[in-house]
């Protein structure tokens, strides 16, 4: 089964992503990656890649200058690329969070996750409103959760009885 959560940024999809990992990795070999925040001082500063196999880390993007920006981060193309190069995809479940705007900076990026698509056990996190080629196959090809507070355990739950059958 190929899963989709999407949701309003800080509602949980991270969270959400590493809930199914810890239930499932003791059941079947887990790859990708999750990103994280990271704060200083209470105010967010960037986001970090973190291999979930590994636990190697990369930053993605931070506050600054940059020739690839999203907003106020610049983003860290040539750092994700060769961060992708040690990602594991040949597990039973590869979970990529996220697919959105600062990762499909990358043209390696959207080919990575193009070469993950004809895989059978998926979970991708997506940003809610970008529109990208990628984006709608993922939009029309997988089974997409919108998560908010009231429903995030419930489904991290489901989807974990989906991945895990």
């Known amino acids: 089964m190929k899963v989709a959560v999407t949701g309003r940024p800080g509602v949980g999809k991270t969270t959400l992503c590493l809930k199914v990992h810890e239930s499932l990795k003791d059941k079947m070999t887990v790859g990708g990656f999750i990103t994280k ?62 697919v959105g705007p600062m990762e499909l900076k990358s043209r390696k990026f959207v080919r990575f996750v193009e070469n993950l698509m004809g895989r059978e056990r998926l979970l991708f996190t997506i940003h809610l409103k970008s529109r990208h080629r990628l984006l709608d196959r993922i939009r029309r090809e997988f089974k997409v959760y919108v998560i908010d507070e009231s ?5 991290a739950e489901e989807i974990t009885r989906i991945l895990e059958g």
Do not use: P
């Not at 880390?57 to 992708?84: C, D, I, P, S």
């Not at 429903?151 to 489904?155: D, K, L, S």
């Open 37 to 98: 925040e990271v704060r200083r001082d209470g105010v967010r500063v960037g986001f970090k890649l973190v291999d979930l196999s590994s636990g190697n880390e990369e930053w993605l993007a931070r506050v600054g200058e940059g020739k690839a920006r999203v907003g106020k981060y610049a983003v860290n193309v040539e750092g994700l690329e060769e961060f992708l190069d040690s990602v594991r995809t040949d597990a039973d479940l590869v979970i990529i969070d996220e």
């Open 151 to 155: 429903n995030r355990n419930r489904i």
